[in-house]
């Protein structure tokens, strides 16, 4: 089996300028493919919604995990890339599918996890992946 190097999540169009030309460092998202991530590993943009493909990197400096999204403006402020009402808005979003899942018994909360970032680069074009990202990202290995 290969080593894994990174992680690789989709990030929406409208949102990958606030890491690329706003200054934006940390990650936040529904904790998925993550137990295997370390600090120093590289975390690869998927720029999803239009014009898909890889927009940048950056490298791994921490990562924080929480049960409670809003508890990483407390930690890191103004850094996280999404609006205290933008991260509310996906909770709520989440709830409403959790729902479904509640009902087939699976009640169980998901962390979140919170993913500091260094040395953020934005590529000069936009590179096609080889294998599809599914919403929850993919390890990138080498």
Not at 75 to 90: C, H, I, P, S
Not at 125 to 132: A, G, I, L, S, Y
Request: proline share 5%.
């Amino acid at each position: 089996m290969s080593e894994i190097i990174g992680v690789t999540f989709p990030v929406p169009k409208k949102y990958t300028p606030r890491f690329f030309n706003e200054g934006k460092t940390v990650f936040i998202k529904p904790a998925t493919v993550f137990k295997e991530l370390r600090s120093g590993m590289k975390l690869i943009f998927y720029q999803s919604h239009e014009d898909t493909g890889y927009a940048g990197e950056a490298t791994i400096k921490r990562i924080v995990i929480n049960d409670d999204p809003l508890a990483f403006f407390e930690t890191f402020g103004d850094a996280v890339f999404l609006t205290r009402e933008e991260a509310k808005a996906y909770v709520r979003n989440q709830e409403r599918w959790q729902g479904v899942r509640v009902r087939k018994g699976e009640g169980k909360k998901r962390s979140w996890m919170a993913l500091e970032l260094e040395n953020i680069q934005k590529y000069d074009t936009v590179k096609k992946p080889e294998r599809f990202v599914p919403v929850g990202g993919r390890y990138l290995r080498e």
